[in-house]
């Protein structure tokens, strides 16, 4: 009865150390975790110094080593810059031509020579008209200009170039044909109207003024392939037309000898070819 007592109580001996094997688990589990986590986190050092190796190469635009770059832990350690270089920038210099009207070309040297002695001789040939005010010799964008009073020409409403004209103009067309420019002889009336069986207004007038001086032009050895006749009538007076003056200076005849770098301006408005200056 004793035994049996005895071995009860050893049985319901309760044993106080049990939390130990619950411990020891969670650690084990812990322990376990952590090595998941660094083996994720764990870097390729080899294959990291290769990317920096060669962003470094790109920006410094040193040549990149095709050696194989080992991780620490298989070599010596090197060390790695800690700012990376670039190359300076290129400085912007400012176009001092940017936002300005484009130059205009001048016309070649051997040109504007040969225009400077066509301007010397025809002032020379012409010096008694040009003294009287009848003519005026000068030089315009388009070339060397000759104005001639139409006084010198034709008679009041007519066409028909006095005998005194037709030699003048010879002369001239005899230095004329020795250049090979285009040659534009423009015909201008004033605003007093004109109303005939020949000319029913000052445009028929004024055209027919240009056809004739070119006519002689023609006559005297002119390449005709580069004579131009235009009429302008009224329509672009250098001087009010409500004196005796500024009508006779509006009745005129203007010679342009196209400069080489204006080869296809026939026909350009007279105003921007030079007319004959106003003078009081």
Do not use: C
């Amino acid at each position: 009865m004793a035994r049996g007592r005895s071995r009860k109580k050893e049985e319901e001996w309760e044993n106080h150390e049990r939390w130990l094997v619950s411990y020891a688990d969670f650690i084990t589990l812990l322990f376990a975790f952590f090595v998941v986590m660094y083996a994720i986190s764990s870097v390729n050092e080899g294959k990291y110094k290769v990317l920096s190796q060669t962003l470094v190469s790109a920006f410094s635009g040193h040549p990149y080593s095709s050696i194989p770059i080992r991780s620490d832990k298989e070599s010596p350690a090197v060390s790695s810059p800690s700012h990376v270089q670039l190359p300076p920038l290129p400085k912007i210099v400012p176009n001092p031509d940017i936002g300005k009207a484009p130059k205009k070309a001048a016309a070649p040297a051997p040109e504007q020579a040969r225009l400077d002695a066509l301007q010397q001789e025809m002032e020379s040939l012409l010096k008694p008209l040009i003294q009287q005010g009848s003519v005026i010799v000068h030089r315009s964008g388009l070339g060397v200009v000759i104005d001639l009073n139409a006084k010198i020409l034709f008679p009041s409403g007519q066409a028909q170039l006095t005998p005194q004209a037709e030699q003048t103009l010879a002369q001239i067309a005899r230095v004329l044909a020795q250049v090979p420019y285009q040659i534009q002889v423009n015909g201008f009336t004033n605003d007093l109207p004109i109303r005939t069986p020949q000319f029913p207004n000052n445009w028929a007038l004024s055209a027919a003024r240009a056809v004739a001086v070119v006519g002689i032009f023609s006559e005297n050895g002119v390449d005709p392939r580069h004579l131009v006749a235009a009429g302008y009538g009224k329509y672009h007076p250098i001087a009010p037309n409500d004196t005796a003056q500024g009508l006779a200076m509006n009745r005129r005849v203007s010679i342009v000898v196209v400069s080489p770098q204006h080869p296809s301006h026939a026909g350009v408005d007279p105003i921007l070819a030079g007319a004959i200056d106003q003078r009081g």
